[in-house]
């Protein structure tokens, strides 16, 4: 097999999130025809289909899927490189490669940087965003050194939990919600019946098992890797949002925020590093400061830090 170039696999990409050839073609300033040469001989060399094809659409195999993971993760890596290289040629710091699940709150990591930042001036940071399944997977390739995710007690194998803590639901709802009172304390999981639901992807599963341990299946409608598409239906009184904090977490304003009572199973806010591997110091730095902002201590904690 030849050597793959980058320029293909970084093609390969923008095909992927265009959608279509026209699309990435335009985007990227090369002619359709030499664009579908480029996807036909990645397949050609890789010995396997790419996309579904249709009129209308292109959609990835399971082939394809898999390449668009690792493509963007080599992508990724050459460009936290480069800056890196600049950044150190330049008379700069260390750089924290972060991988941050989408369901986190924003203030949260955003916190612990100023203090890591406050700690280290030269300090450089590098965030990636996405699905608890890409937090995991940048910290397996290599993208990024540390990975914090809402996450059960035990991690995927290659991967090793840092710090820990645990983190609780609460039920967010508007003032004029059709379902909840403003003047309850808390909300219970049977409460939640026939009320619609918006959860965070990485919440889902686990509240519905909350549910059907209540006798009932949930109402949920809807489904989201951000926060602030289900603040958005929290704040338009079209569904009970239930959101994962932590101590220290901001209470989200004008809204009715109440602890989850009658749930049984737990989550823990994880910061992990693919196992064995010696953080740099602004990675045990980072740990550090999140130790100080948002662990009790009772926390979980790693010699690594």
């Known amino acids: 097999m030849r050597r793959l170039r980058l320029e293909a696999l970084k093609n390969f990409i923008t095909v992927v999130e265009c959608g279509t050839i026209t699309e990435a073609a335009r985007k990227i300033c090369i002619a359709q025809p030499a664009l579908s040469n480029q996807i036909r001989g990645l397949e050609e060399e890789l010995g396997v289909q790419l996309f579904h094809r249709t009129p209308r659409s292109m959609e990835l195999t399971e082939a394809g899927r898999i390449l668009y993971r690792h493509s963007r993760s080599i992508c990724g890596i050459r460009q936290a490189l480069y800056r890196e290289l600049q950044g150190r040629s330049q008379g700069g710091g260390e750089t924290l490669r ?6 986190l709150p924003s203030s949260f990591a955003a916190r612990i940087l100023q203090r890591t930042s406050q ?21 397996k390739d290599g993208l990024t050194e540390l990975g ?25 709802y508007s003032m004029d919600n059709l379902w909840l009172s403003t003047a309850r304390e808390s909300v219970t999981v049977a409460d939640l019946h026939n009320i619609p639901l918006g959860l ?11 549910c059907r341990q209540q006798g009932f299946l949930p109402w949920i409608k809807c489904v989201s890797s951000s926060r602030s598409y289900l603040r958005f239906w929290a704040e338009q009184g079209l569904a009970v949002t239930l959101v994962s904090r932590s101590p220290g977490d901001a209470i989200p304003k004008n809204m009715c925020c109440k602890p989850l009572t009658g749930a049984s199973a737990q989550l823990n806010r994880c910061f992990f590093s693919r196992q064995e591997e ?3 110091s602004i990675g045990r730095m980072f740990l550090t400061c999140a130790s100080q902002l948002y662990a009790p201590p009772a926390a979980e904690r790693s010699g690594r830090i």
Do not use: C, W
Not at 165 to 171: D, M, N, Q
């Open 119 to 139: 700690n280290l001036p030269l300090a450089q940071f590098d965030l990636y965003t996405g699905s608890a399944l890409d937090v995991t997977e940048m910290v």
């Open 200 to 210: 965070s992807r990485e919440d889902a599963d686990l509240v519905a098992l909350l």
């Open 278 to 280: 010696k953080l740099s």
């Open 148 to 172: 914090i995710m809402d996450a059960p007690s035990t991690l995927p194998p290659g991967l090793a939990t840092l710090l820990s803590f645990p983190i609780h639901f609460y039920v967010v």
């Open 98 to 103: 972060l991988g941050l699940s989408s369901s």
